[in-house]
């Protein structure tokens, strides 16, 4: 409520009254407009004019923003899928990894660490193979791999040895004391882990070579070398399963050649006019391949020199093969025939330890030595150019060739020498 006093009235006449003012305009003192008096609006001024109209005035009240309750959600209404939210997060996370293990990586590289793959040893360029990696066929590699396929391990009760196939249809050669203790029941085992049963089709106790059979066809057999074309310092590789270790081959040099050895293993005496290497040669080689370096057998692993006992027997660089020349030829004869010839010079030697020559204890009338005009008494030195010096060198040597081979000898008779031409015989038993 206010007073009025800015209320105007609504017409500009003035209600009739008893006393009116005059209706001309009143003059007013002049002065300066800021020295006016105070009652110079007296004329509107309802305190001035009673008869002015009272106004009231209501001010609209304030308004104030009261807080707004909180919506109420329908549990019923359906929910926003948080899927694109959660896929959002996903690519954002591998996107994020990625790019972290990509920093970290160049990092590491440029760092010299290695790309997380520990520290680097050897040349950079160390995978990829050599030049030599490419191996020929005749390196030993090749040679190895060529052989392989070929030799077989035999197995017999209560002992083990190797072999090596001659022919397609199963034929195969391997030492007289591999077989010895067979009762009939016998396997071979190739280096692809096939096996097949074997039977034995005959043995030559006193040489050391038998000849088996493998119930199997279309197999590959060795190529066969010279074994008189062999020289001092030829590389060899010796296979075969030395204490069992199947397909093992090892590496030499031919050491020595016409190496004679007695060997009176099992009971059965047996002479040897070997092949000498140094290649590792151990109890399993036994009937195994010694092989050149163009991929040929030249001989048959068989005997081996130890300072130990015989049954702690192990390498020391001394082992000796059967020429190849001669096991083909007493296989040839096992399976043609049934058994081998044995070469004989037509004498009995002694076998003492004599070092300047093989004595002739007798001489058969009708045999060899005697045709070449040897008498007993007689002292051979020399043997086709190889030095005796006992009776094993010459049963050794002489068993060595083919029966009708000419060889010439020199001897001793009494205090003058001799030499002479004798032509080898078969046994005739």
Known sequence: MTDGWNVRPASANPPPGPT???????????????????WSDALADPWRDPNAPTAVVMQAPETTAAPQPEPVVDPNAPRRSLTPVLLICLITALLAGGLGGTLGYLFAVRSG??????????????????????RPADSQAGVAEKLQPSVVTVRVTGAIGSGFVVSRDGYVITNDHVVEGADGRMSVSFSDGSSAQASLVGRDPESDIAVIKVSKKNLTPVALGNSDQAAVGDHVLAFGSPLGLTNTVTEGIVSALDRTIQSDEGGTTRYYAAIQTDAAVNQGNSGGPLVNSAGQVIGVNSVIRSVGAQTDAGNIGLAFAIPINQAKRLATDIIDHGKARRTVIGADVSMGNSTTGARLQTVQPSGPAAAAGLKAGDVLTKLDGHAIEDGTDLVALVRKYAPGTVVAVQYRRGSSTGNASVTLAADSN
């Open 113 to 134: 660490v290695g790309g997380g793959a520990g520290t680097q040893l050897g040349a950079a360029n160390a995978s990829e193979p050599p030049a030599a990696a490419n």
């Open 20 to 38: 009116s003012p005059p209706s001309g305009p009143t003059s007013l003192p002049a002065g300066p407009p800021d020295r006016q008096a105070w």
